[in-house]
């Protein structure tokens, strides 16, 4: 089965984000006793990964939509990974402001990508 470069970069995009929201997050719980800097390092790994991912993913989607169509979809995954990560992972409780910063994104969705 063959995707096409949008779904492609899409599902890239996901995993990217993963990589990502960990990098960026997971130290604050996991590495908080830890000194800052193999919180970095650490995360730097990580990071990594998110980079052999998001990379193709750009250059994939790049292929089929526009520059500004590739940082909104981003954006929306962003927050579609972060908000599961923020409450199952770290703890965090629900708010009601992950539901309107979700539709203020999907607004952005909407504008960008409408015809």
Not at 29 to 53: D, M, T
Not at 56 to 63: D, H, L, V
Request: charged content about 10%; hydrophobic content about 60%.
């Amino acid at each position: 089965m063959q995707f096409s470069p949008a779904v492609t970069c899409g599902l890239l995009l996901v995993a990217s984000n993963v990589f990502m929201t960990f990098a960026w997050y997971a130290h604050l719980k996991n590495l908080s006793a830890k000194p800052w800097w193999i919180a970095v390092a650490v995360s730097w790994g990580i990071a990594l990964f998110e980079y052999l991912l998001i990379v193709p993913a750009n250059r994939i989607g790049f292929t089929q939509l526009s520059l500004g169509q590739l940082k909104i979809m981003q954006e929306a995954i962003t927050l579609g990974v972060f908000v599961p990560f923020a409450i199952l992972y770290m703890g965090q409780p629900v708010k009601l402001d992950y539901l309107w910063a979700g539709l203020c994104i999907m607004g952005a969705v909407y504008f960008i990508f409408r015809g």
